[in-house]
């Protein structure tokens, strides 16, 4: 078979692409045992165009294909992985039981060696896809029964939706090649065989006759992996008869001094939410490109994070992160209801969210829970659920400490390294008014709109929590509901986040539409808005405008009651050094000294006409580096 479909190697982070066969391609499917009347595009899941079946609330079915093992392996074992299937897989080859795996994000393998025959066998893959997935992860796919979160959920994603391939390797192998790296080092964890031989081009060459489990390498001369410098280091592996090649970039994360320090250098969290859909493809990228072209458009926008949401993404996708120097928020998905198998089966992810991510130099921030999802809403009111938040924090962090864990983003905040808050709301003066209360005072209370009839009130904090001295953060905002209004709640929510110092960064929501959730920066299929002149990069800049007055509607940002109006504009500036720059109006202008992680002091701009006015910031070679606008209307405007 002829393979057509995400031909690019899919584990670049443990790789052995010297010699690999990609099975990619047309399957012959079936929705009945036996009953091979249709085929199918792996590996694209069956409710979405790009597989060629579009099948909706299809609990199983089954795929069928021929394999043949290249001649030159023979020697070796050979061994059939795949990336993922969602959500229970059963897999025969010639008619014997090879594996089974339960649960839809995360590898699995079989070594299939001695059920080919002469090389050859006939792979068949059951696939049980529950449309009840209210106790099983699976993030936003839509169950039915629904979720608590149905309003936001999505087509689901069901069968195999990553790539399967075939690989040789030696019957003793490499099973583990774990990466942890500091400014000057990599500690290397590797289970396999000894003797052991470790590369990284061009550094060093380190070899073992007895492997110790754990070595900690020390490179002369580093390069830092940083935002506008993402430098990675390969590291080549052989233990025995058995080489792998891993890679990751140098750096230290920590949190203190009220933000993100990267490499020691204060970084300040511009983030957008992306949750991995696709037009043809639900959860399945129908590209590399694709996945790389979603991290550049992010970049584009003015966003150096993109949280991941509730979704363990195709590895490729974190692949071009590293490469590109795209902060990463990893999270996965969430369950629908609170059962103990449920919690059970959510731990098993989280626990191998990490095992499998956690060479990314590009994931900065872990999460658990989100938004009590899995928790029926009560974490407050239920030990029982305060206790799993506080085992899946613990469970990430015990598999690794070196990075932050978000417990349940949101509320209810039970053990956590950061303490971050979403917030919605159409008002922006009551929007400016709760997050200044959430981020400035003790008082972490605020409103939150579960329901087109039910809006609970939440709190930053569950019983016995105490986020004193922890990083505060916003995890989710947003409003509107036209292209114009998301553009108008985008630019002066935000300028509300820029005015706190104290707030470390924040997650805009969202990246790009999908389905009938329209709140994206970008539609479905990836082009520009038009956001009623609002320029993403411009709000999300290292360098803002704050405009210290309360717009009433888009086009009326401000009501010209007078012969002129006096308008105060601060400065919010997030470069590593001063700023000393000059603030542009249409009529004047003004010098400004603005510090890093600070907000100035406000320069007043008069105003004697409607219309509107634009504002810009110049830095001493004359480069603009801040933009905004604000709407004037006169005050008999009958809008």
Not at 117 to 138: C, S, Y
Request: glycine share 8%; with cysteine; proline share 8%.
């Amino acid at each position: 078979m002829e393979n057509t479909a995400r031909p690019e190697y899919p584990r670049p982070h443990f790789d052995r692409s010297d010699r690999w066969l990609n099975l990619n391609g047309e399957w012959d499917f079936a929705r009945e045992p036996g009953q091979y009347g249709e085929s199918i595009v792996v590996p694209f899941p069956w409710e979405h165009p790009d597989s060629g079946v579009v099948a909706h609330w299809l609990p199983r079915a089954w795929y069928r294909r021929r394999i043949e093992r290249p001649a030159d392996w023979a020697s070796e074992r050979t061994v059939l992985h795949f990336g993922a299937v969602h959500h229970h897989a059963t897999v025969w080859i010639n008619g014997v039981l090879a594996v089974e795996h339960t649960g839809g994000y995360l590898p699995f393998e079989a070594d299939i060696t001695d059920l080919l025959d002469d090389g050859v066998g006939e792979l068949v893959v059951q696939v049980d896809a529950p449309t009840d997935k209210r106790f099983i992860p699976h993030g936003k796919q839509r169950s039915t029964p629904p979720d608590d979160y149905d309003g936001c959920a999505f087509t689901p994603s069901s069968g195999i939706w990553q790539t399967i391939w075939l690989e040789p390797r030696p019957a003793e192998y490499i099973s583990q090649l774990e990466l942890r790296p500091t400014a000057d080092s990599i500690e290397v964890t590797m289970t396999g065989p000894s003797p052991v031989r470790i590369e990284i081009p061009g550094v060093l060459i380190r070899e073992y006759d007895e492997w110790p489990g754990t070595v900690t390498l020390p490179i002369a001369e580093p390069r830092l992996w940083t935002v506008d410098n993402p430098h990675l280091y390969d590291v080549i592996v052989t233990a025995g008869a058995d080489t792998v090649r891993g890679y990751t970039g140098l750096r230290t994360i920590e949190w203190h001094s009220g933000n993100l320090v990267l490499n020691g250098v204060p970084t300040y969290v511009r983030g957008v939410l992306d949750q991995g859909f696709w037009p043809t493809g639900g959860h399945t990228a129908p590209s590399d490109e694709a996945l790389r072209r979603d991290l550049e458009l992010a970049r584009a926008a003015g966003f150096n994070l993109v949280r991941k949401h509730i979704k363990l993404e195709d590895p490729r996708w974190l692949y071009w992160a590293d490469r590109l120097g795209m902060l990463v928020w990893a999270e996965p998905p969430s369950t629908g209801r609170f059962r103990a198998d449920a919690v059970a089966s959510f731990e098993d992810v989280a626990a191998g969210m990490v095992a499998r991510d956690g060479n990314h130099p590009s994931i900065v921030i872990w999460g658990a829970y989100n938004e009590e999802w899995g928790l029926d809403w009560d974490v407050p009111g239920d030990p029982a659920k305060q206790d799993a938040v506080r085992r899946a924090y613990r469970i990430i962090k015990a598999a690794d400490p070196s990075r932050p864990i978000v417990d349940n983003s949101g509320w209810a905040h039970v053990e956590t390294d950061l303490v971050d808050w979403h917030y919605y709301d159409e008002n922006v003066g009551s929007w400016a008014a709760i997050a200044d209360r959430v981020i400035n005072t003790s008082d972490g209370r605020f409103p939150v709109r579960l329901g087109p009839e039910f809006v609970a009130e939440k709190a930053i904090a569950a019983p016995g929590f105490d986020g004193t001295g922890k990083m505060r953060l916003n995890g989710e905002y947003g409003g509107g509901s036209t292209s114009v209004e998301r553009g108008w709640h985008l630019r002066w929510q935000t300028q509300e986040l820029r005015r706190h110092p104290r707030n470390a960064g924040y997650i805009y929501t969202e990246l790009y539409d999908i389905e009938h959730e329209t709140v994206g920066i970008y539609t479905y299929d990836r082009r520009p808005k038009d956001l009623g002149g609002v320029v993403p990069s411009d709000v999300h800049a290292d360098t803002v405008l704050i405009v210290d007055v309360t717009p009433e509607a888009p086009g009326r940002d401000l009501v010209l009651a007078g012969e002129s109006a006096s308008i105060p504009v601060r400065v919010s500036h997030h470069g590593p050094e001063p700023l000393l720059g000059t603030l542009h109006w249409s009529s004047g202008s003004a010098p400004i000294d603005a510090k890093p992680f600070t907000v100035t002091e406000p320069i007043e701009v008069t105003r004697t006409h409607p219309g509107r006015l634009h504002l810009w910031i110049t830095d001493p070679g004359g480069t603009v580096v801040a933009r905004t606008f604000v709407d004037i209307t006169p005050a008999d405007d009958p809008n």
